[in-house]
């Protein structure tokens, strides 16, 4: 291995381990939830905001990204970030009580925001164009494994140790990050660049109220929540004034709205927020499913969900060789169609299905993804120049975040609601007089004056009904990577080997 292949591997190796630390952190907490809400005596509405903090506080620092980086110079910035992110982590694990944890989960989001996007931004400006794909993969393995096997890990780290452990895995992955970054990583000359903090203020109201709104939107029933609905106003207006200072501000802006420009960077970001919805929809629904309806247990569920991130793995190398050679656009709309097919299969799921029947679609759906993600990648920062490349990273992985948050947003309305028209149309059929309500419990050996009529009735009905529930989700998920297709129409041809030259 030459001197040049050995720099871009131990940098590879620096900027992946802190990217899929903080990925994981996405997600690695969900199936510990109900522990800490036992130990921590939090109600149901307190420990969502153990999510919620660590969402809003990466939602408004991600795009600074480029600034902090002119400001303090890629390295520094990286270092500083890792540094920050490990002690949050480690206080996080040390909690003893529901203020605590949200704080420092606040810390650890902000220190975390650049993570993703900074790395994105390094391994495009170290590898040369005509690799760019092969790196775009391996960046993609990283951002999209990390959810995936996320619930996996934080269920085995809680049932065998506990839910303190999702924290202190960080620690150790962390320092090794840190001391790579200290040794590999070049810098950069800071550039002398002035705060916005006017577009500051707008752009932290903006993505903070929209991710209040929709993580608690569905719990509080939407619109008919003065809260919710004040700030959905409050959010709207202060993108609206955002909008109109970055105008008015050009150059001086706190990111620069010329970037969208570009069509293919526009393109790509539009793709990426419509993704999250089938990437976290499923995320979310498919283990609620398994471990409500099925009765799996956390790590049999995190096992089950595996080989989807598996699968993307397997995508995303075979795609990272044939990215320079094959249109990205074909990959994406083959990726977009094996994704979808995926999710249409898992609207024949019923309570009786079989560990295969589970897993098979996730596997299949799991293919496209990252058939999906490695081009859509790499053609966003195809034609960008290299100055350009941390601030649009910072935006590329907010729009991700935000698109995650809308489509958990809309897959859990869509649940919940159809669950219950689902609860009243079933349960207007059972009642003493339909000859079919007689027929199932008599092969149960009871009748309809049973005292144990009603409770196993009603619990036939719950399961039933959430079943039509998560079925109506996935009819969702399947629409939503549809829906992508024309997107792609959008993109320019982008032949690596050619621009390269």
């Given amino acids: 291995m030459d001197t040049e292949a050995r720099r871009r591997l131990l940098i590879t190796i620096a900027v992946m381990s802190s990217t899929i630390m903080q990925v994981l952190d996405t997600t690695i907490v969900n199936v510990a939830l109900p522990h800490m809400q036992g130990q921590l005596g939090a109600t149901r509405d307190q420990i969502s905001w153990v999510l919620t903090s660590y969402l809003v506080a990466s939602g408004i620092f991600m795009p600074l990204t480029g600034y902090f980086t002119d400001r303090l110079g ?55 164009l005509e690799q760019r794909g092969k790196a775009m993969a391996i960046w993609g393995m990283g951002v999209m494994i990390g959810p995936i096997l996320g619930p996996s890990l934080g269920g085995y780290l809680t049932e065998v140790l506990s839910w303190r452990w999702t924290f202190y895995i960080n620690v150790p992955v962390g320092i090794l990050s840190l001391l790579l970054t200290w040794r590999v990583i070049p810098e950069t000359h800071p550039r002398l660049r002035r705060m916005d903090w006017t577009g500051f203020m707008l752009m932290g109201l903006t993505i903070g109220a929209t991710q209040y709104v929709l993580d608690r939107g569905n719990e509080d029933a939407w619109f008919s929540s003065n809260t919710i609905l004040l700030l959905t106003l409050v959010a709207a207006l202060g993108f609206i004034g955002f909008i109109a200072h970055a105008i008015r501000a050009k150059e001086q802006a ?20 419509v993704f999250g919805l089938g990437l976290y929809g499923t995320a979310l629904v498919q283990p609620l499913m398994l ?6 247990p956390a790590l049999t569920t995190g096992l089950v969900m595996a080989p989807r991130g598996l699968a993307s793995m397997i995508s995303m190398m075979i795609v990272g060789k044939l990215i320079a050679r094959v249109d990205a656009r074909i990959l994406i709309g083959f990726g977009i169609l094996l994704a979808s097919a995926g999710a249409w299969v898992m609207t024949f799921y019923n309570l009786d299905i079989s560990l295969f ?28 120049p ?5 601030e649009a990273a910072g935006l590329f992985s907010l729009l991700r975040t935000i698109g995650s948050s809308i489509g958990i947003s809309i897959v859990s309305t869509v649940q919940t609601r159809q669950t219950q028209i689902a609860w009243n149309q079933l349960g207007g059929h059972i009642k003493a007089t339909n000859p079919a309500t007689h027929q199932y419990l008599r092969g149960l050996g009871l009748h309809t004056y049973s005292p144990a009529a009603p409770s196993v009735l009603q619990h036939l009905l719950v399961r039933q009904a959430d079943m039509a529930g998560y079925l109506d989700a996935f009819y969702l998920i399947t629409w939503g990577f549809l829906i992508m297709l024309p997107l792609v129409l959008f993109m320019r041809r982008v032949n690596l080997k050619s621009a390269s030259a």
């Fill in 74 to 128: 890629q390295k520094r910035y990286l270092m500083l970030s890792i540094g920050g992110f490990v002690i949050s982590s480690a206080l996080c694990g040390l909690s003893t009580n529901i203020p605590e944890i949200v704080f420092f989960r606040l810390t650890q989001g902000v220190f975390g925001a650049a993570l993703v996007p900074l790395s994105q931004s390094i391994m495009v400006n170290t590898y040369p």
């Fill in 254 to 273: 706190i990111f620069r709205l010329g970037i969208f420009h570009d069509r293919n960077f526009t393109t790509a970001s539009l793709l990426i927020t």
């Fill in 291 to 296: 471990e409500g309806l099925l009765s799996y």
């Fill in 357 to 384: 029947w589970s897993i098979w679609p996730i596997v299949l759906q799991g293919f496209g993804m990252g058939l999906i993600f490695v081009p859509m990648s790499t053609v966003a920062f195809s034609s960008l």
């Fill in 386 to 390: 290299p100055q350009d490349s941390a």
